[in-house]
């Protein structure tokens, strides 16, 4: 079994920064492909980011360029850092683990930004 736990989140202003945090527990982490999912109010799960075990990241659209996906396998951790935030990056932060052909994710954590 892996379980996560988010951290990192809370009210920035528009253009502000804020880094996300990923700890899991269980074994594999290092095997594993972590990534980065959002929901806002009245809308459906997104993805927004992912890295894989050898490190290769890929992006929404959305977020090339502002957010930066990254891991530490020694901490069982994964980060997500969001620069130049919009009110329209409001959402549930996600955090989401693929292994061994199961997905496993967090509680989530509140991102909000205010105009």
């Known amino acids: 079994q892996v379980q996560l736990v988010e951290s990192g989140g809370g009210l920035v202003q528009a253009g502000g920064s804020l880094r996300l945090s990923c700890t899991a527990s269980?074994?594999?982490?290092?095997?594993?492909?972590m990534g980065w999912y959002r929901q806002a109010p009245g809308k459906q799960r997104e993805f927004v980011a992912r890295?894989?075990?050898?490190?290769?990241?890929n992006y929404a659209d959305s977020v090339k360029g502002r957010f930066a996906i990254s891991r530490v396998n020694a901490k069982k951790t994964v980060y997500l850092q969001m620069n130049s935030l919009k009110p329209e990056d409001t959402a549930i932060y996600y955090c989401?683990?693929?292994?061994?052909?199961?997905?496993?994710w967090g509680q989530g954590t509140q991102v909000t930004v205010s105009s």
């Open positions: 890295i894989n075990r050898g490190g290769n990241t």
């Open positions: 989401n683990s693929y292994i061994w052909n199961n997905d496993y």
């Open positions: 269980g074994s594999g982490f290092s095997f594993s492909a």
